[in-house]
């Protein structure tokens, strides 16, 4: 059974960074497209940044509400995906959670996610 762990959220102030961790167990990540998702208060889960490797080098993108201020890596030897965010803001108060996004879902079950509390 896979399992996915979120972690290195916490309660940061407008400007501050965070980086999260997502590690997978039970499942290797070489061949995958892994996404960082969020979900703020009252509103649906949606995906923020892909990492998708093609053979000669992986491939980035971002949702315009992040771009230039995440970034998303990945170690496939750890099986961790990471996000680094920047210059966060309170926009961002959200339960970050990582999965493989494929047509209609995701590949595996849930973690419990990391919450991200950003107060002014």
């Known amino acids: 059974q896979v399992q996915l762990v979120e972690s290195g959220g916490g309660l940061v102030q407008p400007g501050e960074s965070l980086r999260l961790s997502c590690t997978v167990f039970?499942?290797?990540?070489?061949?995958?497209?892994i996404g960082w998702y969020r979900r703020a208060p009252g509103q649906e889960r949606e995906l923020i940044a892909t990492?998708?490797?093609?053979?000669?080098?992986?491939?980035?993108a971002y949702a315009a509400s992040v771009e230039g201020r995440f970034t998303i890596a990945r170690d496939d030897a750890a099986n961790t995906v990471y996000l680094q965010m920047k210059n966060l803001q309170p926009a961002d108060t959200a339960v970050y959670y990582c999965?493989?996004?494929?047509?209609?879902?995701?590949?595996?079950?849930w973690g419990l996610g990391t919450q991200v509390t950003v107060f002014s």
């Open positions: 039970g499942s290797g990540l070489r061949g995958y497209a």
């Open positions: 999965n493989a996004p494929i047509r209609g879902g995701t590949v595996w079950a």
């Open positions: 990492i998708t490797p093609t053979g000669s080098e992986d491939i980035t």
